[in-house]
């Protein structure tokens, strides 16, 4: 069974806003990370926390994981259109176990 | 980073045969996975290949109906065999990006695969 669960499923946004996806897991996990999926294309990795970091920044990404709620999120900051795709969230295992991924939230970013 | 070919990008099949997906790594990489995302799905693992072994299957799927191919380190093939219409996914092959085992790195990926069965 699937590890993450993100919410929402789907978010759509006007240009320029903020988007924040949520992401729960259920075991304990060395790091979690998070991908793009462009319609029709494979999976782009975005930034990895590791279970000993509350936050992260890369460019207008930013991640923080709160492991007492076995939870993370993601925001884009100032959103463009470029930006619309599907989002998913992988964790690996305790013992550094293969990449279980959400179910992904899709992202709409109108002009 | 790696550069991940894979071939064919699409394909329309019959229900009853077989396709095999070619993937071709740019550098040597020990780890190669191969995923499943069903229309509008979330990824799911089907196997890793390993390079002079068996392939390692998840649960609910099986060599026979996924055989797998892992001749060195920059190549790999899965067969779909057998096809029904609910085969139709997108297969992705990916690779890690860090080294050494257990898996602690981030993941490259393929275009994928996607394959549609009547």
């Known amino acids: 069974s699937q590890q993450g669960e993100e919410d929402p499923q789907a978010l759509s946004i006007q240009e320029g806003e903020n988007a924040t996806m949520n992401c729960s897991y259920k075991t304990s996990i060395n790091n979690l990370q998070w991908y793009r999926q462009n319609s029709g294309r494979g999976l782009v990795h975005l930034i990895l926390i590791r279970s000993n970091e509350r936050e992260k920044h890369s460019g207008r990404l930013r991640v923080t994981l709160d492991t007492s709620k076995k939870s993370s999120s993601l925001l884009i900051t100032a959103s463009r259109a470029a930006d619309t795709a599907s989002y998913f969230c992988a964790t690996d295992g305790p013992s550094g176990s293969r990449l279980t991924f959400g179910e992904g939230t899709q992202l709409t970013v109108n002009p | 980073s790696a550069v991940i070919s894979q071939k064919p990008s699409r394909d329309i099949c019959q229900r009853g045969t077989s396709l095999t997906i070619q993937c071709q790594v740019d550098?040597?990489?020990?780890?190669m996975f191969w995923y499943r995302q069903q229309p509008g799905q979330s990824l799911t693992l089907i196997a890793t290949?390993?390079?002079?072994?068996?392939?390692?299957?998840e649960s609910g799927f099986v060599i026979d109906k996924f055989p797998i191919s892992r001749p060195n380190l920059t190549f790999s093939t899965l067969t779909v065999s057998n096809m029904s219409p609910e085969d139709s996914s997108i297969y992705l092959c990916?690779?890690?990006?860090?080294?050494?085992?257990?898996?602690?790195?981030?993941?490259?990926f393929g275009e994928g695969s996607r394959l549609t069965v009547l």
């Open positions: 290949a390993n390079q002079g072994s068996e392939a390692t299957y």
């Open positions: 990916s690779v890690e990006k860090g080294t050494g085992t257990p898996f602690t790195g981030e993941l490259f």
């Open positions: 550098s040597q990489v020990t780890m």
